[in-house]
């Protein structure tokens, strides 16, 4: 699966906004205060909407009015474009509403379209509760062939129909929404965390903040080696002299992380070990996890990571788009940026108090500056991406 489009409509900064076009690897940037962590807060809002309601995702963010865009009554609108896994395009659209005071579900819908010019089928249409789904999926697309529709009731208007819906394998695309909706993953990296010692125990996948990075690295050493090695394998690529990584048990049954150079004899511990070589340690086990995230967002990759380790790390990013996932990265560094396509960056502007998207490929003179050995980092450093500014 990939999104290829992302549409935003009362969404806090986003009025009105849309992201088209994405590819694999999206990097965003923008000035403080643009809604670059709202656009990644997106995602959670499905998750949390998903897993629990939508009353409760929008209580989370302070309640309606707190995320409704300012001056506006609503509906707050998500509209998801994703090419699902037979190759057609679906659309996702969830609207909220504020019904005298109640969170619902104002309108949910699921479609495709059949062909360049046929109406599209919806798979998926609920109103506060109420609606239908295609039963025989399985048919979409055959000639003479009409949907069979169920009428359905939920029990609580502010539940996604996805939600139960998602559990049956009739319903197979709409099961593969559900899953990128709940395996999708933000990596919001604190350099402290990795570096202390962490209970002993049993960790498959790196948590948000990372402070697990040495139960997963035993869990892949012991149970994926082979995904252990490319670790170690990039970890001698990108950063030199580095190596061997081990996840050492103290006396106290705790873990700790120890890191070989080559050129002294005995291991250095996390705690004494450069955030740039922690950090990329910890990435590199997000990004060569054994079942990769279908989608992948990480906030300022460039805090604590030496300038030079950030092409590295975007090449590492972009390696784990091109093996299956997709990546949202937002930056400040013009170094990370050097090492971007221009198609892979989108840029956020604020105006008059609303954000708007731009996309940097779509700029005549970026184009041109770039065609002509310009990098980018050094085009928005230099101010030519109109609207965004440094730190």
Known sequence: MQIETIELRNYRLFRDAVLTDLPRLTIVVGANGSGK???????????????????????????????????????????????????????????????????????????????????????????????????????????????????????????????????????????????????????????????????????????????????????????????????????????????????????DGRLVLRFQDGSFKDPFIARYVSDGTIKMFAYLVLLYDPKPHPLLAVEEPENQLYPELLQELLEEFRGYALRGGQVFASTHSPDFLNGAKLEEIYWLVKKEGFTTVERASDSELLRNLVAEGDLPGALWKQGLFKGVGLR
Request: no cysteine; charged share 25%; proline share 3%.
């Open 37 to 251: 962590s709202t656009l990644f807060d997106v995602f959670a809002f499905l998750k949390d909407a998903l897993t629990q309601n939508v009353a409760s995702a929008v209580a989370r963010r302070g309640g309606f009015n707190e995320l409704v865009s300012r001056g506006q009554k609503g509906p707050i609108g998500i509209t998801i474009k994703f090419r699902e896994s037979s190759g057609r395009l679906a659309t996702y659209q969830l609207d909220i509403a504020n019904d005298r005071g109640k969170v619902v579900v104002h309108r949910e819908v699921l479609k495709f379209r059949r062909g360049r010019r046929g109406q599209p089928w919806h798979f998926v249409d609920f109103s506060r509760g109420k609606g239908t789904a295609i039963t025989n999926e399985a048919m979409y697309g055959q000639k003479g062939v009409t949907a069979e529709r169920e009428e359905r009731v939920l029990a609580d208007p502010s539940v996604l129909a996805i939600k139960g819906l998602g559990q049956f394998t009739e319903f197979r695309v709409v099961a593969e929404f559900r899953d990128l909706l709940e395996n999708w993953h933000i990596s919001d990296f604190h350099i402290s965390d990795a570096r202390s010692s962490a209970e002993a125990g049993y960790a498959e996948h790196l948590s948000m903040g990372g402070e697990n990075v040495a139960q997963v690295a035993q869990y892949l050493y012991e149970n994926h080696p082979d995904q252990f090695e490319k670790v170690l394998q990039a970890m001698r690529r990108r950063v030199p002299g580095i190596d061997r990584v081990e996840a050492k048990p103290t006396e």
